[in-house]
C-alpha cells in the first residue's frame, strides 16, 4: 500500500513538473497573451524571424504580442511586420529591432541595423545610434547601415533631433551633420517596392504605384540587356594565367594596314590587272575597334582563417580556397563603372548578387556576394573592391574604369579592410 502511494505521488510530482515547465514556456512565448489592440502584435512573418525574450530565443509567428524588452531579428530573405493600432511597420532583411515600449497608442523601438517601413498613423518613436526619430500619421523608410543612416519619406512629415522632413524628402545622417535631399525613386530595392505597394492601397504617396511599375520595367529591361550581352569565356576553375604574346604574335597584330599611295608601274598594271578597276567596286579596309578590358575577381579567402566567427548556414557558400571567381577578363564600354562589371559577371556566372543604392554616397552599397553578406563574418566583416591594387575611397558605381584595370572584390573580416591590405 506505501508502494502504491509512493508510485502515485512520484506520477504526481512529475506531471506537475512538466506542468510547469509548460507553463514557463507558454509564458515565454507569450501563448496565453490575448491581441486587445492595446500592444502592438507580429501580424506576419516571412522567412526566419527570431524572438529573444527573458533570455530565451525561439522562432516568432504571426499572432504573437509584443512586450518590452523583445528582440527581434530578421535573417536573410525574412520580414516580419508589426501592427501597431490602425498603423504597422516591417523588418526587412538582416534587420534587428528591440521593443522599448510595446504600447500601440506611443510605440517605441531601438534598429541597430537594417531597413525598416513605417505606415504610422500613431507614434512610433524611434531610436537608431544616438539619433531619435519620430514617425506620426506618415509614410516612411528607415535604413540604419554601416555608414550610413538615412530616412525617406514619402507622405506626411518625419523629424529627428531638431530637422524635418516631409513627403518626397529624405534625411541622410552623418555624424553631427544632416543633409535633405529629394527622394529617387530609382534608390527603391525590392523591399521598399512591395512596402510602397501595399501603403498606396490606403495612402496617397508620392511614388505611385503606377511610378513603380514603371521602375520595375525598366529593371527587368536593363537585366534583359545584361543577359543578352556578349558572354565571358568560360570559368576554368583554375585560377588563369596569362602569358606573354610572342614577338612575332605582337607584330602580326599590331602591324597596321598600309595602302599603296603610289602610282603602279605598268609591270605592277600588267601583274595585277584587277587592281586598275574602278576604287568603288574594292571594299574599304577598315581598323576593328579597340576594345577595352579589364580583369575581374571575387575572394572570401579571409573567411578561412575566421570560420569560428561566421554565421551559422554560411560555411556552405565559402569555396574551399577562397575563390568565389578566379580572375576573368571582361570587355567594357567607354564610361561603365566597377560596378557595372561585377553584375555582369555575376550574371554570366551565376553568382547571386544584392546592391542597394546609398543615397548618401549617391553610389551603390554592395551588401552581398555569393550569399555572403556584411557582418557574416564578425562586425567588421563585408565586401570591398580595390582597383589595380588601391583602395577607392568612394562607391563602386562612382569609380569609371580605364583599359586594363584590374578589379578585385575582397571580403574583410577584421580592420575594416586591414586583413586585404587596405
Request: net charge negative; glycine share 8%; aromatic share 10%.
Amino acid at each position: 500500500m506505501k508502494k502504491r502511494i509512493a508510485n502515485f505521488i512520484m506520477i504526481a510530482v512529475i506531471v506537475l513538473i512538466a506542468a510547469v515547465g509548460v507553463l514557463a514556456v507558454g509564458h515565454i512565448q507569450g501563448w496565453f497573451d490575448k491581441a486587445d489592440g492595446e500592444n502592438a502584435v507580429l501580424s506576419a512573418v516571412r522567412g526566419i524571424v527570431t524572438v529573444e525574450r527573458g533570455g530565451v530565443a525561439y522562432d516568432a509567428e504571426a499572432g504573437t504580442v509584443l512586450r518590452q524588452g523583445d528582440r527581434l531579428t530578421a535573417s536573410y530573405g525574412a520580414t516580419a511586420t508589426i501592427q501597431v493600432g490602425g498603423g504597422w511597420l516591417t523588418m526587412g532583411e538582416k534587420t534587428e529591432l528591440s521593443v522599448t515600449e510595446p504600447s500601440a497608442d506611443g510605440f517605441a523601438a531601438a534598429v541597430a541595423s537594417g531597413e525598416v517601413f513605417f505606415c504610422a498613423e500613431t507614434p512610433m518613436t524611434v531610436a537608431f545610434d544616438r539619433y531619435e526619430a519620430v514617425f506620426f500619421d506618415a509614410v516612411a523608410s528607415l535604413s540604419v547601415r554601416s555608414g550610413a543612416r538615412s530616412i525617406s519619406v514619402y507622405e506626411g512629415t518625419v523629424s529627428c533631433e531638431d530637422n524635418e522632413a516631409r513627403a518626397g524628402q529624405m534625411l541622410n545622417l552623418i555624424g553631427d551633420d544632416c543633409s535633405v535631399a529629394a527622394c529617387r525613386i530609382e534608390s527603391l530595392n525590392d523591399f521598399l517596392i512591395v512596402q510602397l505597394r501595399a501603403a498606396n492601397e490606403t495612402r496617397s504617396l508620392c511614388f505611385t504605384n503606377e511610378d513603380l511599375d514603371r521602375l520595375v520595367a525598366d529593371r527587368q529591361a536593363s537585366m534583359q540587356a545584361l543577359l543578352t550581352a556578349p558572354t565571358q569565356p568560360e570559368a576554368s576553375g583554375e585560377p588563369s594565367e596569362e602569358t606573354e604574346p610572342s614577338f612575332a604574335e605582337t607584330q602580326e597584330n599590331t602591324a597596321p594596314s598600309i595602302a599603296p599611295t603610289e602610282k603602279p608601274t605598268e609591270a605592277t598594271q600588267a601583274a595585277s590587272p584587277t587592281e586598275t578597276e574602278p576604287s568603288e567596286t574594292q571594299p574599304e579596309e577598315t581598323e576593328p575597334p579597340v576594345k577595352n578590358t579589364c580583369t575581374v575577381s571575387i575572394r572570401c579567402d579571409t573567411i578561412l582563417n575566421n570560420m569560428d566567427n561566421l554565421a551559422p548556414g554560411k560555411a556552405e557558400f565559402v569555396p574551399g580556397d577562397g575563390f568565389i571567381l578566379y580572375p576573368v577578363t571582361v570587355e567594357f564600354e567607354e564610361g561603365e563603372t566597377a560596378f557595372d562589371v561585377l553584375t555582369r559577371v555575376c550574371t554570366t556566372y551565376g553568382i547571386q548578387i544584392e546592391y542597394s543604392w546609398t543615397p548618401m554616397y549617391d553610389s551603390y552599397y554592395i551588401e552581398g556576394i555569393g550569399h555572403l553578406y556584411e557582418f557574416d563574418c564578425g562586425s567588421e566583416s563585408g565586401w570591398m573592391y580595390k582597383v589595380n591594387g588601391w583602395f577607392p575611397n568612394y562607391g563602386c558605381s562612382v569609380y569609371t574604369l580605364k583599359d586594363g584595370d584590374s578589379i578585385a572584390w575582397c571580403y574583410t573580416c577584421t580592420g575594416l579592410g586591414a586583413d586585404i591590405g587596405g
